[in-house]
């Protein structure tokens, strides 16, 4: 296979610092050294790599904007973000793998945790010892999360759960589970240990989408925790919400690395399949489709780059996470399926990786707030009328 090569339209690497492009180059190398040669067996099998955990923690890829004192990489939030187009250029799953990690469970129990939470997991964490989940969606809460049925009840020195999660990313490998229930009424985070008595992480089949990913049920049945597994600063539907922003943030950045490796295919497959004696790359048509390509990554770069930027000067809202995230999913998605297109019937088969993308960018369009959701939310904003119900 030909080697991929990033499209860079508008000289962004030139508002790159040496150390960003440096961090992006090492994940680079590794996506096409490690996960490259396996990703479509994996997806074919249904079958997360668990032996490269351990390998993307080296990279310091689990929680890597976080602080090093925890065992992070203490990287800026570009950087961060380069890390996660990287991964996601590899595939949606193993990006995915690393956000729940780091943006789902790290940044929680960094920021609503406390010190003695921080010193036990961050570092395990960091390593990929110690896998997490992040459970807020419930069979019949989903866009709607303030609606959740979940319950913790404070008994003497513990908390007892009843509820049931789904849709859980990680959640039958993981050893500890950020888990949102009410409590008096009020959206709280538990941390749920593998193996409480009470607790059960089936995982669920037959996804057509995100197959190289851990998709799982959580199941509390009068679940008992110790009352110091509480996460004490969360408190409101804003806490894990506060979780999203970050995880959507990454999110904005790993599809950019989807659509550069569906681009990359398929201008390299233009070039090389004649059809009426011609390179199909010589029919305008053909070409249109090129061009909205490149050109809609380079948005995307431009909106997620400059977003980070707001991130590291700490100075952006979650409402411009909401559009970056729904701009550039929208538009990944759309270039897989025009890559696939140009594929023709080749573009069915797992030789190419497009429609790979293409199937895992649905998810992606739908997990972390739906498009339609990121609509609202930005039309909330600008009009300050919610129009959610
Ligand atoms: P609403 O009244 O709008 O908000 C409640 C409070 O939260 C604040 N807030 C946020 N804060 C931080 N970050 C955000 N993104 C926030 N969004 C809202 C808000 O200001 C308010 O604060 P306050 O001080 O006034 O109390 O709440 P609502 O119940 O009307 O819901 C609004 C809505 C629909 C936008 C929200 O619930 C939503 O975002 N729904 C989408 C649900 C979602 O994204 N679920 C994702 C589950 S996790 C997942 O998919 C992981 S996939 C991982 C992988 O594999 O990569
Ligand atoms: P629904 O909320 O039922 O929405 C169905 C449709 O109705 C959508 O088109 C939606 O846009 C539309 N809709 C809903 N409300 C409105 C409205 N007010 N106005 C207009 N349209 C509306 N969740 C977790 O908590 N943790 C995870 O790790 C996790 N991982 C996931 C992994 C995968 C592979 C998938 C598929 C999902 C995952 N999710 C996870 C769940 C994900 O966040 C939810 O699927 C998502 O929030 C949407 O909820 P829903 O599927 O219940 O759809």
């Not at 849709?167 to 009020?186: E, P």
């Not at 996460?231 to 539907?237: D, I, T, W, Y």
């Not at 809202?317 to 970056?324: D, L, R, Y």
Request: charged share 25%; net charge negative; hydrophobic share 40%.
């Amino acid at each position: 296979m030909k080697k991929f090569e990033s499209p860079d339209y508008m000289d962004i690497d030139g508002m790159l610092s040496d150390e960003e492009k440096m961090i992006r180059s090492s994940v680079r190398e590794w996506v096409d050294a490690r996960i490259m040669p396996v990703i479509e067996k994996s997806y074919q099998s249904a079958t997360f790599p668990r032996e490269l955990i351990t390998e993307m923690a080296e990279l310091g890829l689990y929680g890597a904007n976080l602080p090093e004192k925890y065992g992070c990489a203490g990287v800026n939030n570009v950087a961060y973000g380069l890390m996660m187009q990287e991964l996601e250029r590899g595939d949606s799953g193993i990006r995915s793998f690393a956000s729940v990690q780091g943006a789902l469970v790290m940044y929680p129990i960094f920021a609503y945790g406390t010190e003695k939470q921080r010193q036990h997991w961050l570092p395990k964490m960091a390593t990929g010892e110690k896998i997490g989940c992040f459970g807020l969606t419930e069979p019949d809460h989903g866009s709607d999360p303030g609606g959740m049925k979940t319950t913790a009840v404070k008994d003497g020195d513990s908390y007892i759960l009843n509820g049931a999660k789904m849709w859980i990313t990680n959640g039958t490998i993981a050893d500890v589970a950020v888990v949102w229930a009410k409590l008096d009424g009020v959206v709280r985070g538990f941390l749920v240990e593998k193996g409480t008595p009470g607790f059960s992480a089936p995982e669920m089949h037959d996804k057509h989408s995100l197959r190289a990913s851990i998709t799982s049920e959580l199941i509390f049945q009068d679940c008992r925790i110790p009352a110091e597994n509480l996460l004490p600063e969360s408190g409101g539907l804003k806490s894990p919400l506060g979780c999203l922003t970050q995880a959507r943030y990454g999110i904005s950045w790993g599809v950019i690395g989807a659509a550069m490796a569906c681009y990359d295919e398929a201008l390299n497959y233009a070039k090389t399949r004649i059809q009426f004696d011609k390179p199909i790359a010589s029919f305008q048509l053909v070409q249109q489709k090129l061009v909205y390509m490149v050109n809609e990554i380079t948005k995307m770069q431009l909106l997620s780059l400059q977003l980070g930027r707001l991130k590291d000067d700490k100075k952006f809202k979650f409402t411009q996470v909401s559009m970056a995230k729904r701009n550039n999913v929208y538009h990944s998605l759309e270039i897989a399926r025009q890559a696939r297109d140009i594929l023709g019937a080749n573009g069915i088969t797992a030789e190419y990786q497009s429609m790979r993308h293409m199937c895992n960018l649905e998810t992606v369009k739908t997990y972390e707030g739906t498009h339609d959701i990121h609509t609202l939310i930005i039309g909330s904003d600008i009009t300050g009328i919610p129009a959610f119900s």
